[in-house]
Each structure stands twice: as structure tokens, then as C-alpha cells.
């Protein structure tokens, strides 16, 4: 490929049907890869580890090295926000992400003047990836959804249904409008640091948009996500962007109307005829059960086949429909990766 061509990310993300679709995986880098399992263990602690340029770069780059996917994401979090605001993330193995929950008295003293300090080097890893990276290869930054990062906020955990977090909006609308007009501009600002230091897309992971009802879903993920999407364009208009509202369900449908997103992540509940129809409208991506790819066997290729022969003929990413898990054995991602290319 010439080293200006356009990565096949970004073909599909501008509307392009290709015949073999670019494939990533959310969470490609993580714990089912024994390289990363060691880089980990020399950073000391997880959060370490997404603020070390160097070692974030090493494990951003070990998917793409391992599985020769079409894009590289890069190695990081959704509560590094949280963490830039001065809420003290940190995380426990088996319990999750952990910080101090917060208040509407705490929301009002929430200060983003020093929210670079832990932010520029997850941006200088941005730089260091793409000067790494072939020119084919897609380099995807990403944010959390406002809602998604305010219920973990609010809750200073995940609690399943995030129960805290919905109950705070239905109280407290003036508080929780407070922290979701910090997040987003917080978030806009993050996501255009990393497009302007070399991302050719971002993603906004809405991982907790399920929990809402249709009026708290436009309220909390679909104008929030809108905004940040209007302030990026402000800036950079051609800015490649996917959301992510896991769970959303029949809101799926709207969400691209709604928000101006270039291409809909779609989880892997999401029925392949409502993904086709939405399809029609523009990039799908997604959305293969990640225990299909624990699984392996005839279950993973019948996954892979529906999904091939439903959307593969549109402009189609091929993804889970969440982040791969722990256990998944490294030969079945082989097998995935085979597969797609060879149909």
C-alpha cells in the first residue's frame, strides 16, 4: 500500500463498502496477551501504566504486532478523565475502578485548570504510537461518554445497574447538569488533544447508556455525546468519530441522527436486521458476542459468518460488541482474524 493511501478505517468511516472489512477489537490490548500481562507487571499499577508514554505505546502496539489488525486504539481508559479532575481513581483487581464518590457540593468545586498534568501523557503516547504505526494502519483514540464517566463519579464504582448515578439525575437535574457540562468540555478538548497529535479517529465509549430510559437517554448520553461531537468539528470539521452507546436498544436506531457520529458501535444484542438497517444510513461496527471468541469451534464461525453475511457487503468494521475478556484463548482471535480476511 502507498504510504499515502487511506487506512481502510477510515474508508469505511467515510462511507466506503470494502470487500474485506478492517477489523480491531475493543480491549485488544489486555490481559489475554502474555506480553501485556509482563509490561503490566512492570508498571506497578494499571493507572501507571496508561501514564507511562512508554509502556502505554508498547502495549498499544502489541495487538498490531501479534494479529496484524487494521487499527491500533490506543491504550488507555475511560476514568482518566475522572482521574485529571482530581477524583483519585485507582483500581482493585476483581472489584474494578474505585474512587471517592462524589456530591453535589463536590461536583461544584471540581476544577479542570490542572486536568493536563495527568492528561499530556496519554497525548504524548498518542504521538509516540502514530510515529510507530505503518501508514495503513488506523490509530483510534477515544473518551468516555459523559454519562458513562459521571456514574462511576457518582457512585465512585461500578454498581451493576448504576442505580446511584440515575437516581442523582431524577434528583438532583441541576447538579448532574453541572458535571455532564464539565465532562463534555473536558472530553472535547481530550478528544481533539489526540486527533491533533495524530489520531485518525476517535471512539466515545457510552458503556452504561443502557441503564436509561428513553427521556434520560436523550437527556445524559445523546446530547452530551452531540456536543462533543459539534465542539470537535468546530475545530477539526473531517474528524472521524464512533459511538458507542452499549446496550441502547431500540435507541440504537436514532443515535446517529441524534449525536452526528460518523459510524454506530453496536453491541451484540443488537438484532442483525436493525443492524442493517442502520446500515443504510452509514457505518456499522461490531458485533460479535466476545464469549462467541471464547468459545471458539463452529459456535465463533457461525457468529462471524452471520454478521459477514448480513453486513459485509456495507461499509462494515468488524469488532465484538464489547471488550474481549480475560480468558479468551489467543488461537481463537487467530482464527477470527482468518477468517474475516478469508471469506
Known amino acids: 500500500m502507498s504510504k499515502t493511501a487511506k487506512p481502510a478505517l477510515l474508508r469505511v468511516l467515510d462511507g466506503e463498502a470494502l470487500a474485506t472489512p478492517p477489523i480491531w477489537l475493543m480491549r485488544q490490548a489486555g490481559r489475554y496477551l502474555p506480553e501485556y500481562r509482563a509490561t503490566r507487571a512492570r508498571a506497578g499499577s494499571f493507572l501507571e501504566l496508561c501514564y507511562r508514554p512508554d509502556l502505554a505505546t508498547e502495549v498499544t502496539l502489541q495487538p498490531i504486532r501479534r494479529f496484524d489488525f487494521d487499527a ?52 504524548e503516547t498518542v504521538v509516540r504510537v502514530r510515529g ?79 441503564v436509561l430510559d428513553e427521556d434520560q437517554f436523550t437527556r445524559w448520553c445523546e446530547e452530551p455525546v452531540r456536543r462533543i461531537v459539534d465542539n470537535v468539528r468546530a475545530q477539526l470539521p473531517a ?41 443504510k444510513e452509514g457505518p456499522v461496527q461490531g458485533n460479535l458476542d466476545p464469549l462467541r471468541l471464547v468459545a471458539g469451534g463452529q459456535v465463533l464461525d457461525d457468529g462471524i459468518d452471520r454478521i459477514m453475511d448480513t453486513l459485509g457487503k456495507g461499509a462494515l468494521v468488524f469488532n ?24
Open 132 to 210: 510507530s504505526l505503518e501508514a495503513e494502519k488506523a490509530l483510534i483514540g477515544f473518551c468516555g461518554g459523559p454519562w458513562t464517566v459521571a456514574t462511576y463519579m457518582l457512585a465512585g464504582r461500578s454498581t451493576g445497574d448504576q442505580a446511584p448515578a440515575r437516581l442523582f439525575a431524577y434528583r438532583e437535574p441541576e447538579a448532574m447538569e453541572r458535571l455532564i457540562d464539565m465532562l463534555v468540555s473536558v472530553s472535547s478538548r481530550f478528544l481533539l488533544a489526540q486527533l491533533k497529535a495524530g489520531a485518525d479517529a476517535v471512539q466515545i465509549f457510552d458503556s452504561w447508556a443502557g
Open 320 to 343: 465484538l460488541g464489547h471488550g474481549i475478556t480475560p480468558e479468551t484463548p489467543i488461537e481463537h482471535v487467530e482464527r477470527l482474524v482468518r477468517r474475516v480476511r478469508g471469506r
Open 239 to 279: 474528524a472521524r468519530i464512533i459511538g458507542f452507546p452499549r446496550g441502547a436498544g431500540g435507541l440504537y436506531e436514532r443515535y446517529r441522527g441524534a449525536t452526528g457520529v460518523n459510524g454506530v458501535g453496536l453491541d451484540w444484542t443488537v438484532p442483525l436486521a436493525a443492524a442493517r438497517r442502520m446500515q
Open 72 to 123: 491500533a486504539i490506543l491504550f488507555s481508559d475511560i476514568l482518566v478523565v475522572a482521574d485529571a479532575l482530581g477524583r483519585s481513581v485507582r483500581f482493585e483487581d476483581g472489584v474494578g475502578p474505585l474512587m471517592e464518590p462524589l456530591d453535589r457540593s463536590a461536583i461544584g468545586a471540581l476544577d479542570d485548570g490542572t486536568v493536563w498534568q495527568k492528561l499530556d501523557p496519554v497525548i
